[in-house]
């Protein structure tokens, strides 16, 4: 069914210049992965969150009235008809594909200078609340590059069409805006013209990228438009809404759990755009240098982890792994432990593999089903 959003909604008085903001659905699951992705950011800094929910029970919104500094705002979920063989990657493992669109509620928030969006599914390591200097639209580019770019880079075309082939090109999970008045309802404009039109890839590449390849040569857009994106259609509107304009989130900002020892170890080193050197690579968006430091080590931080794929909750029973304890401490310090016993059972209880294990059967295993 084809619901239609509000084209503006209330706003609420703030003292804050910058918000948090998340979208939790149909889930109790959902929202203790919100809760605990809160107390984990507020081991460091406060800022307002935001939190757009749907068809969750009132016992979970008065689970997450009791976090400091939360707003709670109902929402008609954004949901539009997509074609889900054009994603067939996507078609069996996210049910939820046709209400993707509801995450563009942060564009409404116009009450705030800037608002970065995560998913509720991730979690805090380190203080990012540098994030907020940078300038907006930012987010996190997704290639199969498994480092990406520096913080603070311009994304050129090339760089951005490229992650949508092999990606998915701005992330869905991780990105900054500075909502203006119009945004949100030119976006679902956007998105209603999209679901008439996409018929097949190269149909919609030609109806979202209208002029955004001119600076490519013609073999590029000729290849562009012939390949068929990985990203889904929440990233690909995003991505196109700013296209050109994208100041680049490191993958520091946005780690799968399992590559996290890889990228401390320096495995997977930062790329800098065009092969600009540390004192200058942050000068090209005037931004400032954002891990303190041009030691490589500072450099190698991971600030926030993204379960982007098994979630902390789905072994409960077994051994998890090492990444999933994190979560569970968190939620240890939430203190309605009866609701999180409710959906969890006692997480006291709950066993972990060593890191050591965990590489182990990653390095055995799980490297040869990620590759395919």
Known sequence: SQK??????????????????????????YVLSSIALIESIQQFFNPDFVLFVNNISEHAKNALKK?????????ELIDYPVDANIWPRFKNNYTWLSTCF??????SLTNYEKVLFLDSDMLCLQNFQQ???LS?????????????????????????LEALQSGYGISGACFMVSPQSDDFARLLKRIQLRCELVKNYKEDFKSMCDGVTADLSFQERQ??????????????????????????ISRQYCCVPWLVGKFQSGQFPIQY???????????????????????????????????????PWEKIGQKMWPDCKLFFDQLAKFEDQEYVQEVFGDISKFE????????????????????K
């Open 136 to 160: 907006t639209p930012a987010g996190c580019l997704v290639s199969k590059q498994k480092a990406g770019f520096q913080t603070g880079a311009i994304l050129g075309h090339y760089e951005t």
């Open 4 to 29: 239609a959003a509000k084209e503006e909604r209330p706003l609420f008085p703030t003292t804050s210049k910058h918000a948090i903001c998340q979208l939790i659905m149909n889930s109790d699951k």
């Open 223 to 248: 290849r562009f438009e012939r390949v068929t994106f990985n990203a889904g259609p929440d990233e690909q509107l995003l991505t196109y809404f700013y296209f050109g304009k994208w100041i680049n």
């Open 131 to 133: 994030l907020f200097s």
């Open 352 to 371: 972990y593999t060593s890191q050591q294990e965990a590489d182990f059967i990653w390095e055995n295993d799980y490297r040869r089903k990620f590759d």
């Open 273 to 311: 755009l065009n092969g600009i050197n540390k004192q200058q690579s942050y000068m090209i968006s005037d931004q400032l240098d954002f891990e303190g430091s041009y030691d490589e080590k500072q450099r190698r931080k991971i600030f926030l982890i993204h379960y982007v794929a098994e979630k």
């Open 67 to 75: 976090l400091k500094n939360t707003i709670i705002i109902d929402v």
């Open 102 to 107: 509801t995450k563009f509620y942060t564009f």
